[in-house]
Each structure stands twice: as C-alpha cells, then as structure tokens.
C-alpha cells in the first residue's frame, strides 16, 4: 500500500511522508497506528490534491489530516493521556524537539534492544528514510513479502514494548549508534544505486541519508564508525554530477568528468576518512572511506593506484567478507593485474546465490571480458545483465554497452 502511494506524489512530498509519521509518534507513541493515520492521510490527499492544488506546506497539510485520524482510531481519553505522559517526560531532557531531531530520535526509536538487528535496520529504513518494501527486500537480498513480515512484527513488537520518545538519551544513541549507521549506509546506498525504478541516482535520499548522518556525527563526535561513515558518503555523493551523461544514462567511474566532481565535499571527506584510520583500529567503514579516498586523489583515472585499493579491499574481505566488498576486490585484482586475473576472482563467486540473482556480477565479468578481448562473449554477458538489472536506466547502460560492442566488431570483420 505505501509504495503504491508513494509513487503518486512527488520527490518533495515523498521526503515529507517520514517526518510526518516521525512527529506523530512523538506525540502519541504507537508506530503501527501512526503508520496507518499517515496512511489515511495520504489516500485524503491522492484524492483531494489533484481537485485543489498540492498545499503549499504539504507536511503541515498531511501531519493535520493524519492527526485526525489517528484521533478517530483511538478512544480521546487514552489518548490524551498517553500525549501528556509523553510530553512531561520530553520536558524533563529538555523540550519538544524539532523536525530534525524527531528524525534522530525517530532513529533511536526503530532501533529498540527488543529488535533483532535485521529487523531494526529495516524498520528504519522504512519508518525514517521512507523506503519501500521492495527497496528494503533488495538491500538485504530477500523476498519483498519476507521484508514485509519482518516490518510488521518489528513495529509490533516496538509497540507492545511500551517506549517513546522520552526515552532518548546521549547514552541510548550510543548504544544503538551501530544499526542507525547501518541503516544510513543503506539509505545512501540505494539513493546513490537504486534497486529499481526510472532513475540511476536518487539525490533526495542522498541528500537525506548525509543529513541524517551529519545529525548523528553532531551528537557523537568521537564515534570513529559515525566519521567514517560520514566521510565515505561526502566521497561518494562528490562523483554524483558526472555519474549520468546527458541522457540519463549511467557514466562508469574511469570515464567520468572529474572536474564535475564537488572539490568541497572531497576535501571534507578526505578530512574525515584521514580521521576514522587515525582514531583507532580499522573498520569495515573507515577501509571503505580510504577507497574513496584514493579514488578522489587521482586526478585522471589513469592515475588511480590500483595497488593501494587493492591492499585496502584485502583488509576490507577479512573485516567484512560480504558479496560487495568480493565484488568491489575482483574489480580492483582486474585493474591491478589484468582483466584475466580479475576473471579469476569473479569465477569464485560465482556460487554466491545472493550475487547470482543479480546483474552486478554480470556486469563486472562483461566489463573484464571486454578488455580481455573476448567480445562475443563480452556482448552475451552484458545482454544477460541486461535482463536482470531492475533499473531502467542500468538497463539502459548495459543494453548500450552490448550494442556498442556488436558495432565495433562488424566495423572489425
């Protein structure tokens, strides 16, 4: 229901949605209730919008409806009296918070101890980043009605713990700073590579994701992981100007126009990823941010010292031995020793059912079979990645990649 909703509006009315449902738990506790007054709020708004206008506050518009209706779902008494207790304790760790710390708090909150960790970080991925079902199930490698499941008994079990926003404290965000980061890591990850749609980059979960992230470095600065993370973001969203050409279609990483590439955030970001390796042992993201790193020093992509990505992704496979970072390794083995040795690292993957369900792995062997030289198989390759990316645009990409490559053999032959 939410995804199909969702699609009717905008970008800006889609970032709203979260915020909205963040503000109404603040004030009445009970997420699966709040969930579905928002839902009441936005069936209001498909049918009333497209007669009168979108408002011009259109969180303003649907937080009013939403609250109606959560007011109509509940006897008055219980729930006036759930809000008093909720605010009394919000004035004893100092007043109503604002927007932006609804969503920090929003954050703590999905990520309960009563939760197994999976389910934390998928809840937050749909109550506070407003993901869908499907974009959630992609992330984790799963089914979208298992994802589905999980969401629901996940705010069930947060409501019948009986917790508010009253709760949020220095130290509770510090104990759950793990699965919010992870949560924001997969946030940014599908904004900046989406599992579906139209798009190949979503600049509002993006934008949103490092807002999040900022927010949670402000309150734990000395949290290595959080500035780690935070790093590795500004590193990534740098590139984002000179990932698309001008017909929407993806530009791989070596053939991009590094003087598109945002000088401010790369600056910043490489501050921070020099911070995360110094402050302590190295993490999964710190390694991750050093990547970035390396990539945004090199001033052409002939300049890339591969061998240094590639002694960083072999720290990163014994940190986190998971289907990117093997993946993110076999491109930097081709790079560093060739096209065959790197054919020989994807030929161990293979097996990997949660990478054989994909695109990506196709995409990288018809990338690496290409500059092998063996472009009938190179062209078969990037076909069948072809057919199993689910966003048009890499869709696109690929099916341009393919047909490029039977060009350049007929003028060959």
Sequence with gaps: ????????????????????????????????????????????????????????????????????????????????????????????????????????????????????????????????????????????????????????????TIDNAGRSFGELSRGMLAERAEPVRTALYLMFNEGYAPSGGERPVHGELIAESIRLTRLLHAALPDDTETTALLALMLLTDARTAARTDQDGLPVALPDQDRSLWDRAKLAEGRALAAQALTDGPPTSLAIQAAIGAVHAAAPDADATDWAQILGLYDVLVRLQPGPAAQLG??????MAHGPLAGLAELALLENDERLARGHRLLSVRAGLLERAGALDEAIETYDEAEKRAPNSAERRWLEAQARRLEASERTRK
């Design 1 to 156: 229901m939410t995804g199909r909703l969702e699609t009717i509006f905008d970008a800006n009315v889609r970032a709203v949605i979260p915020l909205v449902t963040a503000a109404l738990v603040r004030r009445y506790g009970g997420l699966a209730d709040c969930e579905d007054a928002v839902q009441e709020a936005l069936l209001e708004a498909s049918v009333s919008w497209p007669r009168t206008g979108t408002p011009r506050d259109p969180r303003a518009w649907l937080l009013t409806v939403a609250r109606r209706r959560y007011i109509d779902a509940v006897r008055a008494d219980v729930a006036r009296q759930a809000r008093e207790e909720r605010d009394a304790a919000l004035d004893l760790i100092g007043g109503a918070p604002s927007a932006q710390d609804d969503s920090l708090a929003m954050l703590v909150l999905c990520c309960h101890r009563a939760l197994q960790p999976a389910s934390r970080v998928a809840l937050t991925l749909r109550a506070v980043c407003g993901l869908t079902t499907a974009q959630i199930a992609a992330a984790f490698y799963a089914s979208e009605a298992t994802m589905a499941q999980r969401i629901t008994r996940a705010k069930r």
């Design 329 to 334: 390794r076999a491109v930097a083995v081709g």
